[in-house]
C-alpha cells in the first residue's frame, strides 16, 4: 500500500510569490491535514479536511489556505510568501472511525524556502 | 500556550538499556496520545498510541504508559538500539464529541541518542 506522497519534496521561492503544495493521502483514508515544521515553533497544526470539508483550522493567517478534492488529495496554498514561511510543510492522513481517534500517517514533507 | 511539553530536548542512552521518554500536556480533554520517531528532513513516523481508558499500552520493544491523573506520559524502549536514535514526539488529539478530529497538537521534542 502506497504511503502518503507530498510533491514538490523541494521548493525555493522569491517573497511575494504564491506556492501550492500538493498531498495524496494514503489509498482510503478520507482525512488530511498539514503541519508546519519550523526550528522555532516545531511542528504546528496548520488545517484538516474531511470528505472535502475544512473540519479544523489552526492560528496561521489567511494567507495559509488549502483544500481537498473528491478523490481525497489535497493541496494547500501560501501567498504573499514571507521569509518567516521557510519551513517543513507537512502532510497526514488518518482513516479516522466514528469516534475520530486513528493514527495520522505522514509524508515526507515540502521544504519550501523562501530567499 | 503549550498545551503538550517534553521537557528534556535531549536524552542519550546506552545500547541494551531502556530509553524513557516523558510527556506532560495540560488540556484535560485530551483523550487519545500518540509517539512519533522522526528523522531530519523526513516526515514524522508513527510508533504507537494509546486512549486515555487505558493506562498502558504495548508493541514489541515500545511501551506507552498514560497517568491520567498526572496528565503525564512515557515511551519505554526496551533494548535500545542505536537505530532508534531520531527525535521522539509526542502529540495529542481531543477526539470526544467529535470537534477536533484529526488535529494533533505535538510537543517539542526530545532527541534521543543510542550509543553501541
Known amino acids: 500500500k502506497a504511503g502518503v506522497t507530498q510533491t514538490p519534496r523541494y521548493l525555493i521561492k522569491t517573497r511575494g510569490q504564491q506556492v501550492t503544495l500538493s498531498c495524496s493521502p494514503i489509498s482510503g483514508h478520507r482525512s488530511v491535514s498539514w503541519y508546519q515544521q519550523t526550528p522555532g515553533q516545531g511542528l504546528q497544526f496548520l488545517f484538516e479536511?474531511?470528505?472535502?470539508?475544512?473540519?479544523n483550522k489552526g492560528n496561521f493567517p489567511g494567507r495559509f489556505s488549502g483544500r481537498q478534492f473528491s478523490n481525497s488529495r489535497s493541496e494547500m496554498n501560501v501567498s504573499t510568501l514571507e521569509l518567516g514561511d521557510s519551513a517543513l510543510y507537512l502532510c497526514a492522513s488518518s482513516l479516522l472511525s466514528n469516534r475520530g481517534n486513528a493514527e495520522a500517517f505522514f509524508g515526507q514533507g515540502t521544504r519550501l524556502t523562501v530567499v | 500556550d503549550q498545551q503538550v511539553k517534553q521537557n528534556s530536548p535531549s536524552l542519550s542512552v546506552q545500547e541494551g538499556r531502556i530509553s524513557i521518554l516523558n510527556c506532560d500536556y495540560t488540556?484535560?480533554?485530551?483523550?487519545?496520545f500518540l509517539w512519533y520517531k522522526k528523522y531530519p528532513a523526513e516526515g514524522p513516523t508513527f510508533l504507537i498510541s494509546?486512549?486515555?481508558?487505558?493506562d498502558k499500552n504495548e508493541d514489541g520493544r515500545f511501551t506507552v504508559f498514560l497517568n491520567k491523573s498526572a496528565k503525564h506520559l512515557s515511551l519505554h524502549i526496551v533494548p535500545s538500539q542505536p537505530g532508534d536514535s531520531a527525535v521522539y514526539f509526542c502529540?495529542?488529539?481531543?477526539?470526544?464529541?467529535?470537534?477536533?478530529?484529526?488535529?494533533?497538537?505535538f510537543g517539542q521534542g526530545t532527541i534521543l541518542t543510542v550509543h553501541p
Open positions: 502529540a495529542a488529539s481531543r477526539n470526544a464529541g467529535g470537534t477536533s478530529y484529526g488535529k494533533l497538537t
Open positions: 494509546i486512549s486515555s481508558i487505558k
Open positions: 488540556n484535560s480533554m485530551f483523550d487519545y
Open positions: 479536511y474531511f470528505s472535502e470539508t475544512q473540519r
